[in-house]
């Protein structure tokens, strides 16, 4: 008999590769989406715009990922809907589950590791495991809400993912970063030793795999590679591969001229290590850049 998948955010880049993931793991997908437009044509897949459209009486894992992208505006406006889409989605879906009286064997919810913030000294000599504290900045607070909202249900069986900057062949965050290098234009960014923290799509659903099918001693699990990478690393082993010597680079102040507080997602952050992960014995099947940028 198939497993009952509730999955919010399915229309999105990440929910529509974990639907197809999913498939051949015999599991009924039911997905959320406000995109009319983009829902892809899925076997054992059920499209809805609202829970209430809902018909099983028991659902058997729940995967929240709903939220606009980080990168829409931060204006105040847009900051404000940044977190409604967020946390107010959450809200929705386990007072849903809380009326209807379901209680998933796990539910798997959302965050990044934007919760750690930045580095104000530009020094990155810490690393940030899943205890490090929070920040009084908007990416921190924005996973905190998030967060907070999915874990104040006692009642459910809820684990948090942190997810770093996913890589796959179609990502739109990993084609802006190497299209410059393969201009042979831009290569550095600010001081180019910020953090480049990121993992592979592949170890994503693996992971997502590892915590459905696992009774986890953790609720907090970064998503991201064990590798620690800055920026400049990034640009000499992408160069390498694609055969390019990029000459340029981008100062900060140019970043803070262009993209004002939002240049803090490419100039600043934290090295992140998947330390809970680690810990009960998953393994990364893609847990170095060159090889990561290689199979893709």
């Known amino acids: 008999m198939s497993k009952a998948l509730l999955l919010t955010g399915a229309s999105g880049y990440i929910g529509q590769n974990i639907i197809q993931h999913l498939q051949t793991k015999d599991y009924f997908i039911i997905g959320l989406t406000r995109d009319k437009n983009n829902k892809a044509s899925f076997t054992n897949t059920q499209w809805i715009e609202n829970l209430n459209e809902i018909r099983e009486s028991s659902i058997d894992y729940v995967i929240n990922l709903a939220g606009k992208p980080i990168a829409d505006s931060w204006s105040k406006k847009g900051k404000q809907k940044i977190i409604d889409s967020r946390v107010q989605t959450t809200k ?105 923290t990121w993992i592979h799509l592949k170890d994503v659903l693996n992971a997502i795999d590892f ?61 992140v290590k998947p330390q809970a992960l680690l810990e009960e014995g998953f393994n990364f099947e893609f847990a170095k850049l060159e090889f990561a940028l290689k199979n893709l």
């Open 92 to 196: 929705a879906l386990y007072q849903w589950l809380e009326n209807n009286n379901i209680r998933p064997k796990k539910i798997i919810s959302g965050s990044a590791i934007g919760y750690y913030g930045i580095d104000t000294s530009e020094t990155w000599n810490e690393i940030c495991i899943e205890t490090s504290p929070p920040q009084a900045i908007f990416m921190s607070e924005l996973c905190q809400l998030w967060e907070q909202e999915a874990l104040s249900y006692p009642n459910q069986n809820t684990v948090i993912i942190r997810l770093g900057v996913v890589f796959s062949k179609d990502a739109k965050a990993l084609k802006a970063m190497l299209l410059p290098i393969k201009l042979n234009t831009v290569g550095r960014i600010a001081s180019g030793k910020q953090p480049i």
């Open 211 to 271: 915590l459905l099918e696992n009774n986890d001693r953790h609720t907090i699990y970064n998503l991201t590679t064990p590798e620690l990478i800055s920026q400049q690393e990034f640009v000499q082993i992408s160069a390498q591969l694609l055969h390019r010597k990029p000459f340029l680079f981008l100062p900060q102040c140019v970043c803070n001229l262009l993209l004002g507080e939002k240049a803090q997602l490419i100039t600043n952050g934290q090295y």
